[in-house]
């Protein structure tokens, strides 16, 4: 198979050498076992020769000004704005992505699909002009361009500006050791607490998910938490009580975000989330405990300060 050349070139931060040119890429908890010449799961990191190249290191495929809240954020910076990036991949394949068309990627992609080259001090310079006060990584798995994050969140910090990631939180040991000095905000997406549906629709697995929200959570990072509520998929009060009483074991006052499902990418079989489950969802997490839980993607939003 013949390689994805693109400038410049980046080997990947965490993986291991094996035996026939074989490498375990570190970045995510899927730990990659990648033949030569062979792609990692999120199909953005290569072995070439026996080293783990990344695809996508440098190259923006989306970048917008968004209100924080749109991350969304509500009990962090509020009011002000977020110089929102995304590079392309992610570690998930989950079949109702609201970003498929830049979160999955194909191995036959150009360079120029991958999205344009942007240097670090662009972006952060782009941040400061449009009166920014943070930087997030968003629209794809932050994880999967961390190479790319670093650089930006080291100067984004030297700035005065803050760095926010939007991440399904499927990140390795290794990673979050490296982005822990610099990340002053994260929100997670906890899908399902079934471990099932996070393997059958998700590719990946629950526990590792549960297991960074705890770290961060007991980290000094703001966190905050997001559940896409599926109908017949995880919109039971029993899946939702369990999410709730997680969440309230951490701390109470981490917010809790329930948005509304929409048919999207290969789930166009299911309908939209009626607002009466949101509703019975938001009632859950009062009644467990939650103080800050908010209803997203419908028109009435219910909320608990």
Known sequence: ???????????????????????????????????????????????????????NYGRVIAEHVDPIEKKPFYQYLPGSWAYSIASRGCNFRCQHCQNADIS?????????????????????????????????????????????????????????????????????????????????????????????????????????????????SESKIHLEITTLIIPDLNDSEQELRAMAEFIFKLNPDIPWHLSAFHPEYKMLDKDSTPLSTLKMAHEIAKDVGLRHVYLGNVKIRVRRV
Request: aromatic content about 12%; charged content about 25%; some cysteine.
């Open 104 to 216: 999955q990627v194909e191995t036959k992609f150009s360079a120029d699909e991958y999205g344009i080259i942007r240097k670090p001090e662009e972006i952060v310079k782009a941040a400061l002009d449009n009166n920014c006060a943070s930087i997030a990584y968003t629209y794809t798995e932050p994880t999967i361009f961390v190479e790319y994050c670093l650089p930006i969140m080291k100067l984004a910090r030297e700035k005065g500006l803050k760095n926010i990631w939007v991440s399904n939180g499927y990140f390795s040991d290794e990673t979050f050791k490296v982005i822990l000095p610099y990340l002053d905000a994260i929100n997670i997406d906890l899908k399902f607490f079934n471990k099932e549906n996070y393997l059958k629709i998700c590719k990946a697995r629950l526990e590792k998910v549960l297991e960074n929200i705890t770290k961060i």
């Open 1 to 55: 198979m013949q390689s994805v050349h693109l400038y410049p070139m980046k080997e990947s931060l965490f993986y291991k050498k094996l035996s026939d040119n074989k490498v375990q890429c570190q970045t995510c908890a899927h730990l990659c076992l990648i033949g030569e010449n062979g792609f990692g799961i999120c199909h953005v990191r290569q072995n070439i020769g026996g080293r783990l190249f990344v695809l």
